[in-house]
């Protein structure tokens, strides 16, 4: 990294591994940083002629970077977050992608990518891959909780994490608003966990020179925006005036819906009245101005007049949440 004139550089290099394999840039600055030890994914792009290529122009550019990477030798059929995985050989005919692995150092590099591995056969080594990850002790434990090997009904468990750890939070720490954008690899045991807070306090704060437009974006949004979510492949961000209760009880004035909804694309199976569903619900939102939210229902309506009303099946999904307000400086206000 010494090599490098300036964080610019760091920056078009680093983007560049991320379009080369579909990694995280964010997570890419986080170990190219010092903040966390290493990363690994299997959502590499589908293993194909032009993969040796890449993975040469990858090599290179980890160099540049001070990095090391290693690569599975196997391809994995996966449908994450729904549970398929599946290791083939390299000349089976079917899909797959390869486990990428980066760190400082390559032998962290190496374990990384097996860890990956093991803990998509056996849910037992999600915790040793957490650790190496630099996952916090915290967040640790909350996936052996996520792991849900008891079978408790009421656990979402890797199916929707978010409202797992949303059942677990007093206040939402806009950095953790994982509802609107999630700027963390893990998933934080609570929306307020300390050491998770700090970790994209310390991304931000390592990206603020480089990428200001971004740091921006990401603070606005995450401070600002409401999130009407069902999962992190479906949601749609509100601005507006936000009123709640608690977490399950909510209600905005909004305008400038921005939709994300892509589970049609992101899951290889899917319902299709949910689909349905979902479309309708994205129509009626770009017609209102006002979002109702309960336990038992939610309503969109335009100006008073009810636009749609529509029964939940359970008090989390979906939910409307925005994170909790920042408090002032003690300085400029006096004690209420
Ligand atoms: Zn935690």
């Known amino acids: 990294m010494a090599k490098l004139a300036d964080k610019a550089d760091i920056y078009g290099k680093v983007q560049e591994i ?21 990363m690994a994914e299997a959502n590499t792009g589908v293993y194909d002629a032009s993969t040796p290529d890449r993975l040469k122009r990858l090599g290179e ?3 540049d970077l001070g990095l090391k990477m290693a690569f599975s030798r196997r391809k994995y059929i996966i449908n994450s977050p729904r549970g398929i995985f599946q290791e083939i050989g390299l000349d089976d005919p079917r899909e797959g992608n390869l486990i990428i692995g980066i760190a400082k150092d390559q032998k962290v590099a190496l374990s990384a990518v097996a860890h990956y591995h093991w803990k998509m056969l056996h849910s037992r080594y999600g915790r040793s891959f957490g650790k190496l990850m630099g996952y916090p002790d ?6 052996d909780y996520l792991n849900n090997n008891d079978g408790n009904q ?4 890797f199916r929707n994490p978010a409202v797992e750890s949303l059942k677990r939070s007093k206040k939402i720490a ?8 999630s700027l963390i690899p893990h998933f934080p045991c609570s929306l307020d966990c300390r050491p998770s807070r700090k970790y994209v306090d310390d991304i931000l704060g390592a990206l603020r020179d480089t990428a200001p437009g971004f740091v921006f974006e990401a603070e606005d949004k995450l401070k600002n925006c409401a999130a009407l979510y069902w999962s992190c ?11 709640n209760n608690d977490f399950l009880d909510a209600e905005i004035d909004y305008h400038q819906p921005e939709i994300q909804m892509v589970s049609d694309t992101f899951y290889q199976q899917n319902d299709d009245s949910y689909l349905k569903e979902l479309r309708e619900i994205r129509e009626k939102i770009g017609k209102g101005n006002r979002l109702l939210m309960t336990p038992e229902y939610f309503e969109i309506s335009n100006d008073g007049k009810s636009l749609l009303k529509e029964k939940k099946n359970h008090p989390y999904v979906p939910v409307l949440i925005k994170s909790s307000p920042v408090k002032e400086s003690r300085h400029k206000n006096g004690p209420k």
Not at 138 to 143: E, R, T
Not at 233 to 243: E, H, M, N, Q, T
């Open 174 to 181: 806009w950095q953790l608003n994982v509802f609107v954008l």
């Open 18 to 38: 991320g379009r080369l394999f579909y990694l995280s840039s964010i997570e890419l600055f986080g170990v190219v940083f010092d903040i966390k030890p290493a």
């Open 61 to 63: 550019l980890c160099s």
């Open 154 to 157: 009421d656990n979402f468990g």
């Open 138 to 143: 915290c967040c640790l434990d909350f996936g």
């Open 233 to 243: 492949a479906d949601r749609i961000l509100l601005r507006g005036s936000f009123k």
